[in-house]
């Protein structure tokens, strides 16, 4: 998966979680089902029978009605599967109050997850138990962490949250305090000698430890004292290392400990990775439109327009950009017009449909059909013409220019267009 689609997927798992996560059923009665790869339907299929055994013995007729409504659409739309998907399934289902109480309806969601999933969950409760995809969201790559001092150094690699020490080795570096009797001067002979041998050795074991992993996609350094700066100025590191390196920090400790350290500062450092990433990528359209190159556009029709000639070739999108895409109907006939309006205008313009005739057959029949939001709209248009899309987060000032300057739409082109 190429790193340009990963802002987008996780975009949209994130919306789609967060959505989730604000429903709420009137009472115990919203079901989750996370289904890992390998399980058998059929073996699912039973599991949901028994819950709706159990679900009998529900006192209040409501709960047990919605409860059980649920089993079975969940029990539906599992047996639309011929076999779970080879990333594992998850099911959200249940009666969920859309207008006051008494006006529940069933809402299903199935997601098919990006990665696979490894729990199997059913879980009746309140709210949808999101949390396990949410865990997706977090960072899965695989990044390489060294923690150097003079004495020792740790290797170590974090897939995700899953770190595992790859080895440690000793420097075989005498301490600063010469033993008496020896040459101050040849003393200090032997200890250069020993540390270049010590720094020799450690980018040996990075090489055997770090270059077999395919898709490594960071290194962080870290180390108490200046032996890991002396050890990144030489020349020790494979190139391919070299250029991995996205951070070198301090830390109080050594061997496991200090790379401990190192992982508890992981999220910070990533974040700040994909900030850099972020502006660099915001930088290469500024570029582009300062100097009036014609390989830059932003602004939704513009962008739009682009999009249909296909010349985009990365679409920048912000995060802070809340505006949706309204399709109204008329449940008469066949009239349709889409809007865009700010997300928090959606329900007043809603009310105002109520009552007003279809320009079409004057029938008071118009209705809102799709709310969706612009970044997605955007999003797929771009996908149809192979563009590569960027959400790009307001958190730096490049992305907030973004948001504030260029309307949260702007494109790289591929080639100029014309008038
Ligand atoms: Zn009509």
Same mark, same amino acid.
């Given at each position: 998966?190429?790193?340009?689609?990963?802002?987008?997927?996780?975009?949209?798992?994130?919306?789609?979680?967060?959505?989730?996560?604000?429903?709420?059923?009137?009472?115990?009665?919203?079901?989750?089902?996370?289904?890992?790869?390998?399980?058998?339907?059929?073996?699912?299929?039973?599991?949901?029978?028994?819950?709706?055994?159990?679900?009998?013995?529900?006192? /209040?007729?409501?709960?047990?009605?919605?409860?059980?409504?649920?089993?079975?659409?969940?029990?539906?739309?599992?047996?639309?599967?011929?076999?779970?998907? &080879?990333?594992?399934?998850?099911?959200?289902?249940?009666?969920?109050?859309?207008?006051?109480?008494?006006?529940?309806?069933?809402?299903?969601?199935?997601?098919?997850?990006?990665?696979?999933?490894?729990?199997?969950?059913?879980?009746?409760?309140?709210?949808?138990?999101? &949390?396990?995809?949410? %865990?997706?969201?977090?960072e899965k790559e695989t990044y390489g962490?060294?923690?150097?001092?003079?004495?020792?150094?740790?290797?170590a690699t974090l897939l995700g949250r899953r770190l595992e020490?790859?080895? =440690?080795?000793?420097?075989?570096?005498?301490?600063? !305090?010469?033993?008496?009797?020896? /040459?101050?001067?040849?003393? =200090?002979?032997?200890?250069?000698?020993?540390? /270049?041998?010590?720094?020799?050795?450690?980018?040996? !074991?990075?090489?055997?430890?770090?270059?077999?992993i395919?898709d490594l996609k960071?290194?962080?350094?870290?180390?108490?004292?200046?032996?890991?700066?002396?050890?990144?100025?030489?020349?020790?590191?494979?190139?391919?290392?070299?250029?991995?390196?996205?951070?070198?920090? %301090?830390?109080?400790?050594?061997?496991?400990?200090?790379?401990? #350290?190192?992982? &508890?500062?992981?999220? #910070?450092?990533?974040?700040?990775?994909?900030?850099?990433? &972020?502006?660099?990528?915001?930088?290469?359209?500024?570029?582009?439109?300062? !100097?009036?190159?014609?390989?830059?556009?932003?602004? #939704?029709?513009?962008?739009?327009?682009?999009?249909?000639?296909?010349?985009?070739?990365?679409?920048?999108?912000?995060?802070?950009?809340?505006?949706?895409?309204?399709?109204?109907?008329?449940?008469?006939? %066949?009239?349709?017009?889409? =809007?865009?309006?700010?997300?928090?205008?959606?329900?007043?313009?809603?009310?105002?449909?109520?009552?007003?005739?279809?320009?079409?057959?004057?029938?008071?029949?118009?209705?809102?059909?799709?709310?969706?939001?612009?970044?997605?709209?955007?999003?797929?248009?771009?996908?149809?013409?192979?563009?590569?899309?960027?959400?790009?987060?307001?958190?730096?000032?490049?992305?907030?220019?973004?948001?504030? /300057?260029?309307?949260?739409?702007?494109?790289?082109?591929?080639?100029?267009?014309?008038?």
């Amino acid at each position: 998966m190429s790193a340009k689609r990963t802002s987008l997927e996780k975009f949209r798992l994130k919306r789609a979680l967060e959505t989730l996560a604000r429903k709420e059923g009137r009472g115990t009665e919203l079901v989750s089902l996370y289904i890992p790869p390998g399980r058998q339907i059929s073996e699912v299929a039973a599991m949901l029978k028994q819950e709706y055994g159990t679900a009998s013995n529900i006192k /209040s007729n409501t709960t047990r009605k919605n409860v059980q409504d649920a089993i079975v659409k969940v029990t539906q739309r599992l047996k639309l599967f011929k076999e779970v998907p &080879e990333k594992g399934l998850v099911i959200f289902c249940g009666a969920i109050p859309q207008n006051g109480p008494g006006s529940e309806r069933i809402e299903t969601y199935v997601i098919t997850p990006p990665e696979p999933i490894h729990v199997y969950l059913y879980r009746c409760d309140a709210k949808f138990h999101v &949390e396990h995809l949410q %865990d997706l969201l977090k960072e899965k790559e695989t990044y390489g962490i060294i923690v150097i001092d003079s004495s020792a150094s740790t290797f170590a690699t974090l897939l995700g949250r899953r770190l595992e020490i790859a080895q =440690e080795i000793t420097s075989g570096v005498p301490g600063k !305090h010469r033993a008496g009797g020896q /040459s101050a001067r040849r003393f =200090e002979r032997l200890r250069e000698a020993r540390l /270049s041998s010590y720094f020799k050795r450690i980018g040996q !074991h990075a090489d055997e430890i770090f270059l077999s992993i395919p898709d490594l996609k960071g290194l962080i350094i870290g180390g108490p004292g200046p032996t890991k700066y002396d050890f990144e100025k030489g020349d020790h590191l494979n190139y391919q290392l070299k250029d991995k390196i996205i951070a070198t920090i %301090d830390t109080a400790y050594v061997s496991e400990q200090g790379v401990e #350290e190192v992982v &508890e500062r992981a999220p #910070e450092i990533l974040q700040r990775v994909r900030y850099v990433e &972020e502006k660099r990528i915001m930088q290469e359209f500024l570029y582009e439109i300062g !100097h009036d190159t014609g390989l830059a556009t932003y602004g #939704e029709e513009e962008v739009k327009r682009s999009l249909e000639m296909g010349a985009v070739k990365t679409l920048l999108l912000s995060e802070g950009l809340e505006v949706v895409r309204v399709t109204v109907k008329c449940t008469a006939c %066949d009239y349709v017009k889409q =809007e865009t309006m700010k997300a928090q205008a959606v329900q007043s313009f809603e009310q105002s449909l109520s009552g007003q005739p279809c320009p079409k057959c004057t029938a008071p029949a118009l209705y809102i059909a799709e709310v969706k939001e612009l970044i997605e709209d955007l999003a797929e248009r771009a996908e149809q013409v192979a563009a590569n899309v960027e959400i790009i987060s307001t958190e730096t000032e490049e992305g907030q220019m973004l948001k504030n /300057s260029f309307g949260g739409i702007a494109a790289t082109l591929r080639f100029k267009l014309s008038g």
